[in-house]
């Protein structure tokens, strides 16, 4: 029986995508830089490199944040690196409160019938003013941040900073619910803990990484986790 629910934000419940398009024109266009689809989509592309070289150990927090727009620039001919702009890029990222559909109506639901806690990396300021601004942090009994926490997921260190947080606390009655495989499946499934993953794309799972459960919609979680 589930009593406990881990639950990740970005592209779970925040509608990350918007916010990062959001946030990215602004920053760049303040910086004199150019701004089209097709860079958003290579920004974002190498972003999730850097992140995956974070969660693999490989880069700090600091390094992956740099090098982001370091080779962002690279690729677009520039010379020189504004070096203000991460920081303004992180400070528009926390006008990006924009919930996913369905998000509000599935909080509503566990909230009342389980322990639910956030489960996010990111930075702390960032991400609490989005959840503040979403207007969802009262559904939650707690809100793990890896800022804040001190690791990334998906370590151990990460998850097992969270389960010390959390009051008499049974893996076996917990769950991970992430749309990330490299962090959150890959993460809680290291940390003993079941898995489910929010697929919405309908991607492949990577042979390395299986979730226990996987889900297309966020209103199919209510009713699998009766089962559990």
Not at 86 to 103: I, K, T, V
Request: charged share 30%; aromatic share 10%.
């Amino acid at each position: 029986m589930v009593k406990t629910i881990l639950i990740d934000l970005d592209e779970t419940l925040l509608d990350f995508s918007r916010a990062e398009a959001c946030a990215l024109e602004r920053a760049l266009r303040e910086s004199g830089a150019p701004y089209s689809e097709e860079i958003r989509q290579r920004y974002h592309a190498i972003n999730g490199e850097q992140w995956e070289l974070l969660e693999d150990g490989v880069l700090t927090r600091e390094q992956a944040l740099v090098r982001r727009f370091e080779r962002l620039f690279a690729e677009l001919g520039l010379e020189g690196l504004d070096a203000g702009i991460n920081d303004r890029y992180e400070s528009y990222l926390e006008d990006g409160c924009w919930l996913l559909p369905g998000a509000l109506e599935l909080l509503k639901i566990l909230a009342p019938e389980y322990r639910l806690y956030a489960a996010s990396n990111g930075g702390g300021t960032v991400q609490n003013r989005r959840l503040e601004g979403a207007g969802i942090r009262e559904y939650f009994q707690g809100v793990f941040i890896s800022e804040e926490v001190g690791f990334d997921k998906p370590s151990a260190e990460f998850f097992n900073a969270c389960f010390a947080r959390i009051p008499d606390f049974r893996k076996e009655e917990a769950v991970m619910i992430g749309d990330s495989l490299t962090s959150d499946i890959r993460g809680g499934r290291n940390a003993g803990l079941r898995t489910c993953w929010f697929n919405p794309r309908r991607l492949e799972p990577r042979p390395d990484i299986q979730p226990d459960f996987q889900v297309f919609a966020l209103e199919d979680i209510p009713a699998l986790l009766e089962t559990l």
